[in-house]
T-cell receptor
Framework: NAGVTQTPKFQVLKTGQSMTLQCAQD?????MSWYRQDPGMGLRLIHY???????DQGEVPNGYNVSRSTTEDFPLRLLSAAPSQTSVYFC?????????????FGDGTRLSIL | AQKITQTQPGMFVQEKEAVTLDCTYD???????LFWYKQPSSGEMIFLIY??????QNATEGRYSLNFQKARKSANLVISASQLGDSAMYFC????????????FGAGTTVTVRA
């Protein structure tokens, strides 16, 4: 009963490095999304996907790329890390229908950019 | 403009007492949904309760209830009989539109339950 699994849990990068945050869900959910959480600002949507092969930008997409080749996986790529991307990143998923369905969140990835 | 406003950065409540967390929202869409999440110090996001814009009754889920005042655009969370394990950050979030599942979050309220 894994739900939404994020890896890694912690990561330290140097400015300019690239990396991919992994997200996988085993609930056959069509909708997946990435948020970042910064102090005093709640969670802000980075990118989201309504199904395999379909992605779109959220509120703060700059500096991030996503792809959705399978229903299960939704990786988030930082192409050239910047200190402003230091944050806690959450992946979430939910079924494609049902207005009352909540989003199920992973445990988060704490990312520090030096 | 902020879509979700939580005006209380932090609150203290005595164990076994009730606490109300404020949430106001801004949308022109007649179809929307409001969610409350709990984030304990361990960091995970836990779904608590949901209120739809067309729901006739206030949502309840165990010790959690929603005071939904549609005309005032407020959806306050009430936690009854507070327990030490209720100490956490609480977020209000909104979905706008019948098939748009993106969530807008408030800044959160930290609740500390005192013994």
């Amino acid at each position: 009963n894994a739900g939404v699994t994020q890896t890694p849990k912690f990561q330290v990068l140097k400015t300019g490095q690239s990396m991919t945050l992994q997200c996988a869900q085993d609930m056959n959910h069509e909708y997946m999304s990435w948020y970042r959480q910064d102090p005093g600002m709640g969670l802000r949507l980075i990118h989201y996907s309504v199904g395999a092969g379909i992605t779109d930008q959220g509120e703060v997409p700059n500096g991030y790329n996503v792809s959705r080749s399978t229903t299960e996986d939704f990786p988030l790529r930082l192409l050239s890390a910047a200190p402003s991307q230091t944050s806690v990143y959450f992946c979430a998923s939910r079924p494609g229908t049902g207005e009352s369905q909540p989003q199920h969140f992973g445990d988060g990835t704490r990312l520090s950019i030096l | 403009a902020q879509k979700i406003t939580q005006t209380q950065p932090g609150m203290f409540v005595q164990e076994k007492e009730a606490v109300t967390l404020d949430c106001t929202y801004d949308t022109s869409d007649p179809s929307y949904g409001l969610f409350w999440y709990k984030q304990p110090s361990s960091g995970e996001m836990i779904f608590l309760i949901y209120q739809g814009s067309y729901d006739q009754q206030n949502a309840t889920e165990g010790r959690y209830s929603l005071n939904f005042q549609k005309a005032r655009k407020s959806a306050n969370l009430v936690i009854s009989a507070s327990q030490l394990g209720d100490s956490a950050m609480y977020f209000c979030a909104m979905r706008e539109g019948p098939r748009d599942y993106k969530l807008s979050f408030g800044a959160g309220t930290t609740v500390t339950v005192r013994a």
